[in-house]
T-cell receptor, first 109, second 118 residues
């Protein structure tokens, strides 16, 4: 079966750094996605990792270790607008995405 | 980039009636469409996968006779919630995939539909 775990909620301070972890066990693997979703809106693509290592894109970075079934999303210089849900999703090579439960991040002043 | 248009964005219907939600891929051919449901403070749960011209494949626990999916063309898929009940109230999101695009941007989401059944 497919199992993707991430923390339910996190709180961080404006200007700080936060790391959101995701662990997965899937029957196949063709890449891991991170999405940002504000309430009532569709998910917005943030990053994609298919090889081990760190992918950096501005204030957002994503890391993948395939051997450990582990990824994290790193958000730097947090802003109030970063308060949202962050979804980890795995393409299990079946040409479909399986989502984790999502992490609700609250950024406080 | 690829765009998926989803309509309506919000709909309120009476219990027992049917509601149709449309998803259109505007600038690419959606060989595969995915329909998700999302309850408050929860993640996206896949309901069904449809390939153009074929019957949809439903996830376990999703009633295919209640959630009718039609993917008659490469640019349009519809989800019809039949005999809607208050427990069907949710946020429904479609996602389209062009299988000829093997890159990470191959999944494109619609803007979602907030369904409220009263």
């Amino acid at each position: 079966g497919q199992n993707i775990d991430q923390p339910t909620e996190m709180t961080a301070t404006e200007g700080a750094i936060v790391q959101i972890n995701c662990t997965y066990q899937t029957s196949g693997f063709n890449g891991l996605f991170w999405y940002q979703q504000h309430a009532g809106e569709a998910p917005t693509f943030l990053s994609y990792n298919v090889l081990d290592g760190l992918e950096e894109k501005g204030r957002f970075s994503s890391f993948l270790s395939r051997s450990k079934g582990y990824s994290y999303l790193l958000l730097k210089e947090l802003q109030m607008k970063d308060s949202a849900s962050y979804l980890c999703a795995v393409d299990n090579a079946g040409n479909m995405l399986t989502f984790g439960g999502g992490t609700r991040l609250m950024v406080k002043p | 980039g690829a765009v998926v248009s989803q309509h309506p964005s919000r709909v309120i219907c009476k219990s027992g009636t049917s509601v149709k939600i449309e998803c259109r891929s505007l600038d690419f051919q959606a060989t595969t469409m995915f329909w998700y449901r999302q309850f408050p403070k929860q993640s996206l749960m896949l309901m069904a996968t449809s390939n153009e011209g074929s019957k949809a494949t439903y996830e376990q626990g999703v009633e295919k006779d209640k959630f009718l999916i039609n993917h008659a063309s490469l640019t349009l898929s519809t989800l019809t919630v039949t005999s809607a009940h208050p427990e069907d109230s949710s946020f429904y999101i479609c996602s389209a995939r062009d299988l000829r695009d093997t890159g990470p941007y191959g999944y494109t989401f619609g803007s979602g539909t907030r369904l409220t059944v009263v």
